[in-house]
């Protein structure tokens, strides 16, 4: 089974830019589509963007689209989230997740433990 670290998180300002990385551990993620969620305080947790195994296709939440850039180096075991651009509406908890069976939103059963986003105004 695959384990998760998330980090890169932290405090920016609005327009700043922040890298997240998730380091995989346990198993290569190869062969898991890869994904990030984000959980803002008082809200339920929503998908941000994914990146698929082997053939690397990507999609994006409408809010990401256009800053955010996730990305994987499967020699270093580990994802990328590029987030350029950021404004008080990207605070949240980011999560790093993997799925085997597939890239849909419900799909993603292996979870890291979050790295907390602040942007400030």
């Known amino acids: 089974q695959v384990q998760l670290v998330e980090s890169g998180g932290g405090l920016v300002q609005a327009g700043g830019s922040l890298r997240l990385s998730c380091a995989a551990s346990?198993?290569?993620?190869?062969?898991?589509?890869m994904g990030w969620f984000r959980q803002a305080p008082g809200k339920e947790r929503e998908f941000v963007a994914a990146?698929?195994?082997?053939?690397?296709?990507?999609k994006y939440a409408d809010s990401a689209k256009g800053r955010f850039a996730i990305s994987r180096d499967d020699a270093k075991n580990t994802v990328y989230l590029q987030m350029n651009d950021l404004n008080p509406e990207d605070t949240a908890v980011y999560y790093c997740?993997?799925?085997?069976?597939?890239?849909?939103?419900?799909?993603?059963?292996?979870w890291g433990q979050g790295t907390q986003v602040t942007v400030s105004s």
């Open positions: 990146i698929t195994a082997y053939n690397g296709r990507t």
């Open positions: 997740a993997g799925a085997l069976t597939g890239w849909g939103t419900d799909e993603f059963g292996y």
């Open positions: 346990g198993r290569s993620i190869i062969n898991y589509h």
